[in-house]
């Protein structure tokens, strides 16, 4: 098997601090970035320089752009070509209500047409990959799906990664990945699929299926090594309980203080408190009394504040 893995765009997460953490594992194969406002890019906003950063492996990172007007959305791809990065991503599956609102994300998938159009006007501004990251639809419409995505294609968008809910799904739906392999077989180009990969064996799992890649969201938060043990799974498949052992053997604690360390090295002091709480919100999940923490971490106001909690915590817990 030698499908690639890649991160996935998540808001607060998917920056560069996550992406050294995870490289220091090992890594994947691409690293797509939390979404970057086509608007706010354009406009030279003070924060935008962190969003744009695509260290430590730029020709693994993939640029995601979010916005509602084709035409400012063109003008931001053509910036971000200009950098080094391994291609651009244009969001078309963002449902959060205030994304939506603004007529981006998976709005997009309202109209064939228009979303034509943006492809139309970005891609002669983008000389790397151009891909889309999208849902089902509006609504569980397969056949509508189909079209959409033969009209990117013929467009020149060269990579689709379905997350196949709709926009209505959240997570307690299940994603449908038996819509992945049904649209593989409707392109000529490659079709990667995300949603619901819970650890390295899942991972794996889906790599064996109809596709031509995996993301993984929530997963490689908590399971910063989640893609070092799915390439060790592969190439040996009978290779759970070794995975297990690793696995019990990492040292959560050092994991936690080596993120809070490149939060503070590679994050704007702005954005501390609130990418440490989104990370943690998830890599606590580790621990037996994970939940407790969660809410002693998020009282927190300081991220010195943070770290003194984290270090408590495995002091007053030492099993």
């Known amino acids: 098997m030698d499908k690639p893995f890649y991160l996935a765009p998540m808001a607060e997460l998917s920056h560069r601090a996550l992406r050294e953490l995870i490289e220091g594992f090992g890594g994947c194969d691409a690293y797509f970035s939390e ?8 406009a030279g906003g003070q924060f935008e320089k962190w969003y744009i950063d695509s260290a430590p492996k730029p020709e693994k990172c993939i640029f995601q752009l ?18 080094e990065c391994a291609g651009i991503d244009i969001n078309m ?29 970005v891609r002669p501004q983008v000389k790397r990959r151009l891909s889309v990251k999208l849902r089902i639809g509006l609504k569980d419409d397969f056949d509508y799906l189909v079209r959409f995505c033969r009209k990117l294609e013929e467009e020149g968008v060269e990579l689709i990664t379905l997350h196949p809910r709709t926009a209505a799904e959240k997570f307690k739906r299940l994603a449908r990945w038996d819509y992945v392999g049904k649209l593989k077989a409707e392109l000529k180009i490659p079709v990667a699929g995300n949603g619901d990969i819970l650890n390295a064996d899942e991972l794996v799992r889906r790599a064996e299926s109809s596709c031509d890649a995996v993301m993984v969201g929530r997963a490689a938060v908590r399971h910063p090594w989640i893609f070092a043990q799915a390439q060790e799974l592969s190439k040996e498949p009978h290779a759970e309980t070794q995975r297990r052992r690793e696995e019990e053997g990492f040292n959560i604690e050092r994991i936690g203080l080596r993120f809070i ?9 702005e954005f501390h408190i609130s990418r440490a709480r989104r990370f943690f919100g ?38």
């Open 66 to 83: 979010v916005g509602s007007d084709s035409g400012v959305i063109s003008k931001a791809a053509a910036v971000l070509d200009e950098l």
């Open 282 to 319: 998830f890599f606590c999940d580790n621990l037996k009394w994970g939940n407790y923490l969660k809410n002693k971490l998020n009282r927190e106001e300081t991220l010195s504040g943070i770290e003194n909690i984290w270090c408590e915590y495995f002091r007053e817990n030492d099993e």
């Open 35 to 42: 979404m970057i406002s086509a608007g706010a890019l354009l």
């Open 261 to 269: 360390e490149l939060l503070a090295e590679y994050q704007p002091v």
């Open 93 to 121: 599956g963002c449902s959060a209500p205030l994304i939506r609102k603004t007529g981006a994300g998976v709005t997009w998938m309202s109209s064939i047409d228009n979303a034509a159009e943006l492809i139309y006007r």
